[in-house]
């Protein structure tokens, strides 16, 4: 375990005019003071899944399912069997009458499915005639299977018995999926979210009907999400974040993150900003709080009062990848610029206080032309607004960093593109649980 100095990004020069906020040594709330480097992969390491408390398995494009124990940081299986890059990682768990068991699925463009023990590292099942490479998978654990999506959505169950299939002819296919209740299914393919309804017969068979479609979107969805049993939410590639009713699929509240160049309708089009700019790569929520991950920047949406309660356009180098809602002050998110940063949702300073920089940029929030409401705000003019303040920044990786997996007080993992995997410690903690060890073994020996 290494002992890693706080230490943030130089400051930039006043010519430079960075937007991005940086942070100094001192960084009292960032407790993350130790890192381990955990290497295995030969290549981009994409996925990470929790497998339990103390593991989690990580894949990429090595084609390599790595098994990990995040409190010792040591190597537990490596599960060989794919010949090229893992697409798609879950966890399925199963339960008996006297215990449960968690298994991994993983699904990899040489068009196979695989479930695998992480506890002897053994391939369980295979399925190596695959139409085309599955790019999203969605465990239905009431029913004891799984939905695996692309060009085509096919249920197989435990055994990788294929129960139903429907195949698709678009150049997307579908890339997301979310359980929603009354036994549906929402699929993104595209612009659309696809409502599809599942039947089980009296012997067992199952049978997948499309009941809906929702083209509300005006670009590709990019994050599909539950939020809760009653609400989900999509986010697109033009910035529109839409929260959804899971009964009734009807539209219960739209955001358009909209860029605000100039005056004129001309000059906007001519000043607008490059798509991935807006984009939403990642959405996560707590139930109350949607943390939107658009462009190099992050967006805080509240639920209930359909509002923006927070947001920084710039707050990362480049685009950010990954994001989690650690409580209801506190996110973390990871960026194509190799960091990783934590943030606090703290009110604005007073009138005669300047805010941080890179808090207030061009952008408004408002409604799309397809809906009809009030014209758009800027976010000054948006009562409560709060300002996102850099905590932590966490500096090790020298990739784009991925995603990450917090195991609490055990610490966060992260994976990146340097083929590496970084375990992050509570350095105080740490050293506490060092200091213990140390006295059990004198007491053992027969003290000091």
């Not at 707590?286 to 805080?300: D, H, M, P, T």
């Not at 809602?325 to 506190?330: M, R, Y």
């Not at 949702?345 to 805010?355: G, K, S, T, V």
Request: charged share 20%.
């Amino acid at each position: 375990m290494l002992r890693w100095i706080l230490g943030g990004r130089e400051v930039q020069s006043s010519a430079e005019k960075s937007p991005v906020l940086c942070i100094g040594e001192e960084q009292p709330k960032n407790c993350f003071t130790e890192l381990q480097v955990l290497k295995g992969h030969f290549d981009i390491v994409r996925f990470l899944v929790q497998i339990d408390d103390f593991r989690c398995a990580s894949a990429g494009d090595d084609g390599l399912v790595l098994v990990w124990n995040v409190e010792t940081g040591e190597r537990l299986q490596e599960l060989k069997g794919h010949s090229r890059q893992i697409t798609a990682i879950t966890t399925f768990t199963c339960y008996s009458e006297t215990a449960q068991h968690t298994s991994l699925i993983t699904a990899s463009s040489d068009r196979s499915l695989s479930l695998w023990d992480p506890d002897t590292g053994n391939r369980v099942q295979t399925i190596s005639d695959l139409q085309s490479s599955v790019k999203c998978l969605l465990v239905l654990e009431w029913l004891g299977m799984f939905v695996c999506g692309g060009e085509e959505l096919r249920i197989w169950n435990r055994d990788f018995q294929s129960q139903c299939d429907r195949r698709y002819s678009g150049d997307t296919g579908v890339t997301s999926l979310i359980e929603l209740p009354e036994n549906c299914i929402a699929a993104a393919m595209d612009k659309q979210i696809v409502i599809y309804r599942l039947t089980i017969s009296s012997d067992s068979s199952v049978s997948l009907a499309e009941i809906r479609c929702l083209s509300d979107h005006q670009d590709q969805i990019r994050a599909l999400i539950n939020i809760s049993d009653k609400l989900f939410a999509s986010g697109s590639h033009a910035g529109e974040l839409i929260v959804w009713d899971a009964i009734r699929w009807n539209i219960l509240a739209y955001q358009h993150i909209l860029w605000e160049e100039s005056q004129t309708q001309s000059e906007i089009r001519l000043g607008a900003p490059r798509p991935s700019e807006m984009s939403i790569r990642h959405l996560t929520t707590n139930g109350k709080l949607i943390l939107a991950a658009v462009g190099s920047g992050l967006y805080v949406y509240d639920v209930q009062t359909k509002s923006v309660v927070a947001y920084r356009k710039v707050a990362h180098d480049s685009n950010v990848l990954h994001t989690m809602l650690l409580s209801d002050s506190e996110l973390m998110s990871c960026s194509e610029d190799g960091s990783v940063r934590m943030w606090e949702i703290q009110d604005l300073p007073l009138a005669a206080e300047p805010a941080s920089s890179g808090f207030f940029g061009m952008w408004t929030f408002g409604r799309s032309n397809k809906q009809s409401g009030p014209p758009s705000k800027k976010v000054m003019d948006i009562p409560n607004i709060k300002m996102l303040e850099l905590t932590g920044d966490l500096i090790g990786h020298s990739g784009a960093v991925q995603m990450f997996v917090s195991f609490k007080e055990k610490g966060l993992v992260t994976c990146s593109t340097d083929h590496m995997l970084i375990l992050w410690k509570d350095g105080e903690r740490e050293s506490h649980l060092r200091s213990l060890q140390l006295f059990q073994k004198l007491e053992e020996k027969g003290g000091l």
